[in-house]
């Protein structure tokens, strides 16, 4: 399992923290994660991943699925990064 930091933005904080979607489309490949928030008060946010096959994950984030979730959670898809360790 590796860990990756997850960053990005979104239209709404409050809705993207509080959506469940995430665990309904990241649970069934295994995928955690862990939500922040910009203390400054924009709207970026970030995640830690722990992602079991990071190969299925990005086909999976071009799926039509992963659009539907991000545009139900409000995430500006053109702002995504993805950093792995070392």
Not at 6 to 33: A, D
């Amino acid at each position: 399992m590796a860990t990756y930091l997850i960053f990005h933005e979104v239209e709404n904080v409050e809705h993207w923290l509080t959506s469940p979607r995430r665990e309904e489309v990241f649970g069934p490949l295994g995928i955690t994660t862990r939500t922040f928030r910009d203390p400054a008060g924009s709207n970026r946010v970030g995640l830690i991943g722990e992602i079991p096959d990071f190969a299925a994950f990005q086909e999976f984030m071009q799926s039509e699925v992963a659009a539907e979730a991000m545009k139900h959670d409000g995430v500006r898809p053109e702002t995504l990064l993805v950093l792995s360790a070392g």
